[in-house]
C-alpha cells in the first residue's frame, strides 16, 4: 500500500514556510475554480461555436447506433476510492451534485455526480453501483423520485455553472425500475431544450405532471436561454413555463397547487424567486424583502417538512450572499444572516431545512454550517482545510433524514458523508464509488498496475494494483504525473500554479513521501497554463533521465527538478498545451504544441542550444490537446485538437512541414489525447470527449474502441506502454480504464552448425510466473521460416514454474524459434542440450527497446578454432546488411516470422579483420532481435550464446571474475561503439566490497578492449594494455565512461584439454527482485548463484525456493554488505531434500534496493558449464 505524505495540518512546508492553505483564504479556491472552468473551456474553443450541445448529441446518437466489438474489453483501475491516511474525513471520491432517498428506506439512495453517472445502494452506502454507464452521458445535475412510486427515477444531465466549465448534458431520463433501465423524457420532437438540468419536481399526486429546469445551452462561451418545463404527460411533451435559468423547484406536499422556484443567473432583469398557485402553469416573482432582479447571482431555496409556509432562500448577490427567510408562503422575506456564505458563492451552494424544526437547519458553501436559530448564527461543522476535517469542502449537497434531524447526508467535491448524531461523527460512504475527474495519468513503465494520477478537487493519487487509490500529496486539484523509467521510484507531481510558479512535487519512494521542488531557473509569472505540460525521455544510449516542463517556453532539467533552465523562447504569447518528448538513439525528438495551436519540433532537446523549427502551417489555430510518434520514426507524428468542428486529428509524414487531416470516424467532439502502438506504428489511439477510437491504418480511418467503458466518457489521457503492453485511459469522470494486449515473446534457437561434428542440439523452455494470479498463455514452435511445427495452450499457476521440451510439441528436430503470447507473460529461459544431455546454453529474451540495428559486441579472432554464429529475426519484411568498421555486405532479404541464421565465416571469408560489427534492416520501422553464439569447429566446446546488444550504458558492470585456480578463465569486453573516443574507468573489487584498484583508459573510437584473468596461468592481461598490471583477487568490475559502452563476459576452462566457455552481457541496470528458473536436477549437478550489491548501502536479500505449483518450499535471508559480492551453491543455501526434485523448483531473488545477479551451473568435473543473467521482474 502506498503512504500518503506527510502534510501538516498547518500546510505543505516549502523552504521552511508554509503555503496558505484553501481554508486559510477568505474566499476558499474560487480563483483557481474559475481558473479550472476557463481552461475547460478555452481547451474546448467553446468561446467560438455555437450549440456545441447539439453536437455531441450527434456525435452519441451515431456512436450509440455504431455496432462495436465485443472484445477486447476494458477493464476498470478505480479508484473505487482514494484514501487520505491522517485525515479524519477517510476516503475521498469525486464531485457529488445530488443525493435522493427512497422514503420506503433509508438503505436505498441514489447519488448523482458530476461527470460520474448515477449510482445506486441498497445498504445505506456500504456498497455502490453504477446506473448510467450505457446512458450515453456520465454528467448529471439532478436527481428525483416518484414520492407515489420511487421505482421511478428521473435524471436530468448536465452540470450547471453560471459559465461553460460544466459538461452539457443530453437531456432529461426516466427509470421505471429503480434505475436498471432509464429512456429518455425529452418531449417527441425534443421540446424540452436544456443541457444542463439542475432541478427536477415531481407533483405529489399526479406523476405525469413534472416541472424541470435548467441553465439551457452553451453558445458561445455563455450558457443561455435557460428555462422552466412543464409536462403533464409524463414527459411526452414539453411546455416553457417560464424562461431563466432554474436552480431549484419545490412543490408543497400538502397543497401541490403550490410550488415555487429559484430563477436566477448575475445581472438579469428576471432573476429572482418565483411562486404558482396552479402547479407550475404560471408563475409570479416574489419580490418583498428581497435584492432586485438585476442584482441576483446563484440563488437556491428550501422548505421546512413541519412548516410548508416557512421556506428558506440562499441568495449571491453584488453585496455577498445572504440568507432569508419567509415564514407565510413566500408573501414576505427576512434577512437572517448577510454573511452566509464562505466564498466560491456562484459555485457551491446549498441549504436544508429539520425536519421536526423549521428553525434548525444547514448552510453550505466551502464548508457546512449548522443553524438553530433559523440561520442568525451558522456553527461550521467542520475543520478549515486540514487532517482535522470531518468531510470534504466545498459542499453541493445537503439532505436530511425524513424524521431524525440528527441524521443528515453531506455531498461535496469529495464524495459523500452521513452523520447520526448531529456531526459530531460522520461515516464515510466513498468505499464504492468511481467518481473521480481525472486530468492526467501515468504508468509504471514495469507494472501496469501502478498508476499515477491527478484529479479535480482531489489532489493526486496513487495505486500499486489495488482499487482503493492512496492521495500522495493533497493540495487541491492534482495534474499532470511522470514516472522516470531509468528509476521508477522516481515520481513528479503536480498542481495549480501558486506565486506565479507552477506547484511540483518529487518523491524518490514511489509515492510514499514528496517534497516540494524548488522553482530555480523557472520565470515568475510567465503564462503558466492551469494543467502545466511536462514530459521526460530517457535516452536508449545514456543512463539517465532529461525531464521538460513548459509555460510559453520549455525548461529542461537533469536533476529530476532540483534546478532549471530554458531551452526555447517563447512560442506563443499563450501558453504550451502539450510536450511530447521521446528517446531516438542519442537525441530526445520534441514536439510543443501550443493553446493557440501552433507546434514546432525540435530534433534533439538533449543539445546544449536545441534548436526549434515552427512547423505549424496548414494547422487551425486552436489548442493541440496532443501529440504523439513512433520512436522507430520521428517524422510521422499525429496532433489532436480538443474542438468541435473542422478535423480532430491531422497527420504529418515530414516532421511537421506538411499536414493532413485524417481520422476519418472520428466523432465531431474534443479529441483530448492521441497515442500510437508502440509494437504497430500503424494503430492509433484517440480518447475524446464520447470514448475512445481505434485506427489500424495510421489514422486515415477509426472505429470505436471502448467495449466494457461507460459510453459517452470524457477520456482526457491516454498512456500506452510496451512492456507490459498495456493501453491505460483517464476519464474526467470515471476514474482510469486499462486494456491489456496479448503480446508475443519470441526467442531464437542457438545455431547448430553441421561442422560442429553433426551435434543434434535439443531445446527445452522454463517458464515462471513471478505474479500473484494464475497466467494463461499459447507456446508455439516454430522453423526457421516461420512455419508452425507445434503449439499449445498452458496455465502457470501463481508464483509457479513449468519446464517444456520442444519434443513435447513437435518431432521435428530443427527447431526456428518459440513463441509465446499472452498478456501476462512469464519469465523464460531456454537451455539446450547436446546428444549426451548435457547442457550446451542457456539464454533468455530480454526487453529493451527496439531499433533497426544489432551489435554484434564479439567476433571470434581465432577462426581456427572457434566459429561465429548468429541469428535474428526482423518486426517487418526488410533487406538486411552487416556493417563494420570498413565496410558493409548485403546479407539478403528476411520477412516477418522467419529466423536467419549463418556462421559470419561465410561473411568474412579472408579472415577477421575486425572485432565486431552491426546487423541493420533497410527498413527504419523494422525491429531486429537475435543472439550470438560460439563454439568450436571440432565440437570439443560448449556453444555459447550472447544476446545481441541494443542499448549501451555509460556504466556496465561484470559481476563475475572466476576465481577456482587452475580451472576457469574470464574475459571482460568493452566495446566503444562511438565516432569519439570514450574515457572509461575501471573500479576493480574484491569478494568484500573492498576497491581492489582504479584504471583510467581512453577507448579510440568504434574500438574494444578484452580484459583478461586467466586462471591456468594465473595472469590478467589487457589488450590495449591499461596504464599498469591487473592486481590478483579481483570478484567484479565496474566500468563508467561519458559514451554509451557494451560489455560482455565470457568464461571457459580447459579442463581435462576440453575448453568450454558460456557468455553473458555486462549489466547497465541492477534490480528489485530477479529469478532463476532453472535449477539442474541431474546427478553430478551443481547450481550457483552470484549476487553483487553494486551500491554503498547494505542490502538484505530474500532468496525463496518455490515448487512448479508455487509454493514456497524454503527462505534464506542473505546480507549483502556495499560493494560486496557473494557466490553460492545453491546446496549451501538449501537441503538436498528440497532440491531433489529439482526439475519442479525454481529460485526467486526478492527483497533488494539496486543488485544484480547470474547462475551458473554445470557438472561436478567442471567439463560443463552454462549461465545466464538473472531475469528482472518487472
Not at 316 to 330: E, F, I, K, P, W
Request: net charge negative; charged share 15%.
Amino acid at each position: 500500500m502506498l503512504r500518503i505524505c506527510l502534510l501538516s495540518f498547518l500546510g505543505l512546508m516549502v523552504w521552511g514556510q508554509s503555503l496558505p492553505e484553501p481554508g486559510e483564504r477568505e474566499k476558499g479556491e474560487e480563483t483557481q475554480i474559475k481558473m479550472r472552468d476557463e481552461w475547460f473551456r478555452n481547451r474546448r474553443g467553446l468561446d467560438q461555436i455555437a450549440r456545441p450541445d447539439l453536437l455531441r448529441k450527434a456525435a452519441l446518437k451515431e456512436l450509440m447506433a455504431t455496432k462495436r466489438d465485443v472484445t477486447p474489453e476494458w477493464r476498470s483501475m478505480g479508484p473505487s476510492s482514494m484514501a487520505m491516511v491522517g485525515w479524519i474525513m477517510g476516503r475521498v471520491s469525486g464531485r457529488v451534485t445530488g443525493l435522493v432517498i427512497d422514503p420506503r428506506s433509508n438503505d436505498v439512495m441514489y447519488m448523482s455526480s458530476a461527470a460520474g453517472g448515477v449510482w445506486k445502494t441498497t445498504n445505506g452506502g456500504d456498497s455502490w453501483t453504477v446506473l448510467t454507464d450505457g446512458l450515453g452521458t456520465q454528467t448529471v445535475g439532478s436527481i428525483a423520485l416518484d414520492p407515489q412510486d420511487p421505482e421511478t427515477v428521473w435524471i436530468g444531465t448536465g452540470e450547471s455553472f453560471s459559465s461553460c466549465g460544466g459538461y452539457f448534458g443530453t437531456g432529461l431520463f426516466k427509470s421505471t425500475d429503480g434505475g436498471a433501465h432509464f429512456s429518455p423524457r425529452n418531449g417527441s420532437n425534443n421540446e424540452l431544450e436544456l443541457s444542463f438540468i439542475s432541478a427536477i419536481a415531481i407533483h405529489p399526486s399526479d406523476p405525469n405532471t413534472v416541472l424541470v429546469g435548467g441553465h439551457g445551452y452553451c453558445d458561445n462561451g455563455s450558457q443561455v436561454n435557460g428555462g422552466l418545463y412543464r409536462t403533464t404527460d409524463g414527459g411526452q411533451s414539453w411546455v416553457m413555463v417560464h424562461s431563466g435559468p432554474v436552480n431549484d423547484i419545490i412543490f408543497d406536499p400538502q397543497s401541490p397547487s403550490t410550488v415555487y422556484a429559484a430563477i436566477s443567473r448575475w445581472g438579469r432583469s428576471g432573476d429572482g424567486i418565483y411562486k404558482s398557485t396552479n402547479a407550475g402553469q404560471a408563475w409570479t416573482r416574489l419580490s418583498t424583502g428581497l435584492p432586485n432582479a438585476g442584482q441576483m447571482g446563484l440563488s437556491r431555496i428550501t422548505m421546512s417538512p413541519s412548516d410548508h409556509n416557512t421556506l428558506y432562500g440562499l441568495v449571491a448577490a453584488d453585496g455577498g450572499t445572504t440568507l432569508y427567510v419567509t415564514t407565510n408562503g413566500g408573501n414576505s422575506w427576512q434577512v437572517r444572516n448577510s454573511d452566509a456564505c464562505e466564498g466560491q458563492c456562484w459555485y457551491n451552494l446549498c441549504l436544508a431545512v429539520s425536519p421536526t424544526d423549521s428553525n434548525q437547519l444547514l448552510v453550505g458553501s466551502i464548508r457546512f454550517a449548522l443553524s438553530v436559530d433559523g440561520g442568525t448564527t451558522l456553527n461550521y461543522q467542520t475543520a478549515t482545510w486540514g487532517g482535522g476535517q470531518t468531510v470534504h469542502q466545498d459542499t453541493h449537497v445537503l439532505v436530511y433524514d425524513r424524521t431524525d434531524p440528527n441524521r443528515y447526508w453531506v455531498g461535496s467535491d469529495g464524495g459523500i458523508w452521513r452523520t447520526d448524531n448531529g456531526g459530531q461523527s460522520f461515516s464515510n460512504l466513498n468505499g464504492d464509488l468511481n467518481i473521480t475527474q481525472f486530468y492526467d495519468i501515468a504508468v509504471d513503465p514495469d507494472d501496469a498496475g501502478i498508476i499515477y494520477g491527478g484529479a479535480q478537487d482531489n489532489s493526486s493519487s496513487a495505486t500499486e494494483n489495488n482499487e482503493v487509490w492512496d492521495l500522495t500529496v493533497v493540495t487541491g486539484d492534482g495534474f499532470m504525473n511522470l514516472v522516470d523509467p531509468s528509476d521508477t521510484r522516481i515520481v513528479i507531481q503536480t498542481s495549480y500554479p501558486y506565486d506565479g510558479y507552477p506547484t511540483l512535487f518529487r518523491s524518490t519512494n514511489r509515492a510514499r513521501s514528496f517534497r516540494w521542488l524548488g522553482v530555480d531557473g523557472l520565470g515568475q509569472n510567465e503564462p503558466w497554463p492551469w494543467v502545466t505540460p511536462m514530459d521526460l525521455a530517457r535516452p536508449t544510449r545514456q543512463k539517465g533521465t532529461s525531464m521538460y516542463i513548459g509555460s510559453n517556453r520549455v525548461y529542461r532539467t537533469f536533476t529530476a527538478g532540483d534546478s532549471w533552465t530554458p531551452i526555447s523562447d517563447a512560442f506563443s504569447s499563450d501558453p504550451i498545451s502539450v510536450i511530447e518528448g521521446k528517446a531516438v538513439g542519442d537525441a530526445v525528438v520534441m514536439y510543443v504544441g501550443t493553446s493557440d495551436g501552433l507546434v514546432s519540433r525540435c530534433d534533439d532537446a538533449l543539445a546544449s542550444t536545441p534548436q526549434w523549427e515552427n512547423v505549424s502551417a496548414g494547422l487551425p489555430d486552436d489548442n493541440i490537446s496532443d501529440v504523439d510518434f513512433h520512436v522507430s520514426n520521428p517524422m510521422r507524428v499525429w496532433v489532436t485538437r480538443s474542438a468541435f468542428g473542422a478535423s480532430r486529428l491531422y497527420r504529418s509524414d515530414e516532421g511537421g512541414l506538411n499536414w493532413k487531416a485524417v481520422g476519418s470516424g472520428l466523432p465531431n467532439v474534443p479529441a483530448n489525447t492521441v497515442a500510437v502502438d508502440p509494437w504497430n506504428p500503424d494503430r492509433v489511439f484517440v480518447g475524446t470527449d464520447i470514448g475512445v477510437y481505434m485506427s489500424t491504418n495510421a489514422g486515415d480511418s477509426f472505429t470505436p474502441f471502448m467495449n466494457g467503458m461507460p459510453v459517452g466518457n470524457v477520456v482526457v489521457d491516454l498512456e500506452i506502454d510496451d512492456s507490459p503492453y498495456a493501453l491505460t485511459a483517464a476519464t474526467y469522470g470515471r476514474g482510469a480504464w486499462q486494456m491489456l494486449f496479448p503480446r508475443t515473446v519470441e526467442l531464437a534457437q542457438p545455431v547448430a552448425f553441421t561442422k560442429t561434428q553433426n551435434v543434434s542440439l535439443t531445446h527445452e523452455l522454463d517458464l515462471v510466473n513471478p505474479h500473484g494470479q494464475d497466467i494463461q498463455l499459447s507456446l508455439a514452435v516454430t522453423d526457421d521460416e516461420g512455419n508452425t511445427l507445434g503449439e499449445s495452450d498452458l496455465t502457470i499457476p501463481a508464483y509457479g514454474h513449468t519446464r517444456v521440451p520442444a519434443q513435447s510439441l513437435t518431432q521435428v528436430g530443427a527447431v526456428g524459434k518459440w513463441a509465446v503470447e499472452g498478456t501476462h507473460l512469464p519469465l523464460i529461459l531456454q537451455t539446450s542440450r547436446d546428444q549426451e544431455g548435457k547442457r550446451l546454453a542457456a539464454s533468455w529474451p530480454t526487453d529493451e527497446d527496439r531499433d533497426n540495428q544489432l551489435v554484434l559486441t564479439h567476433l571470434a579472432a581465432n577462426r581456427v578454432r572457434f566459429f561465429t554464429g548468429v541469428s535474428y529475426r526482423s518486426s517487418r519484411d526488410s533487406s538486411i546488411q552487416i556493417r563494420d568498421a570498413m565496410r558493409s555486405q548485403d546479407l539478403g532479404p528476411i520477412t516477418v516470422g522467419a529466423t536467419k541464421s549463418l556462421e559470419l565465416g561465410a561473411v568474412y571469408s579472408s579472415g577477421f579483420d575486425v572485432s565486431w560489427a552491426r546487423i541493420e534492416a533497410s527498413d527504419p520501422l523494422a525491429q531486429l532481435d537475435g543472439s550470438l553464439s560460439f563454439g568450436t569447429w571440432d565440437g570439443s566446446a560448449q556453444l555459447a550464446v550472447l544476446p545481441m546488444a541494443q542499448a549501451p550504458h555509460d556504466k556496465v558492470i561484470y559481476p563475475h571474475v572466476a576465481s577456482d585456480t587452475g580451472l576457469f578463465w574470464t574475459g571482460l569486453v568493452t566495446l566503444n561503439p562511438n565516432g569519439q573516443p570514450a574515457n572509461v574507468t575501471y573500479k576493480f573489487y574484491a569478494a568484500d566490497g573492498s576497491v581492489l584498484d582504479t584504471k583510467a583508459v581512453s577507448l579510440a573510437p568504434n574500438t574494444r578492449q578484452l580484459v583478461l584473468f586467466d586462471a591456468l596461468t594465473e595472469t590478467a592481461e589487457a589488450d590495449p594494455a591499461l596504464p599498469s598490471p591487473l592486481v590478483n583477487g579481483v570478484a567484479w568490475v565496474e566500468a563508467t565512461s561519458n559514451r554509451g559502452i557494451y560489455g560482455f563476459e565470457l568464461f571457459g576452462s580447459a579442463a581435462s584439454t576440453a575448453d568450454y566457455m558460456e557468455g553473458i552481457r555486462a549489466v547497465g541496470e541492477t534490480w528489485t527482485h530477479a529469478v532463476m528458473p532453472h535449477v539442474a536436477g541431474e546427478a553430478q549437478m551443481w547450481n550457483g548463484l552470484v549476487l553483487v550489491n553494486p551500491d554503498a548501502s547494505y542490502q538484505e536479500l530474500v532468496i525463496r525456493l518455490r515448487r512448479a505449483d508455487g509454493t514456497e518450499l524454503s527462505a534464506y535471508l542473505l546480507g549483502l554488505n556495499a560493494f560486496a559480492k557473494q557466490t553460492l551453491l545453491l546446496t549451501n543455501l538449501f537441503s538436498a531434500s528440497e532440491l531433489s526434485a529439482a526439475a519442479t523448483v525454481w529460485v526467486q531473488v526478492e527483497n533488494g534496493t539496486g543488485v544484480l545477479g547470474m547462475a551458473l551451473f554445470g557438472d561436478e568435473a567442471r567439463q560443463q558449464l552454462a549461465g545466464y543473467e538473472l531475469i528482472p521482474v518487472p
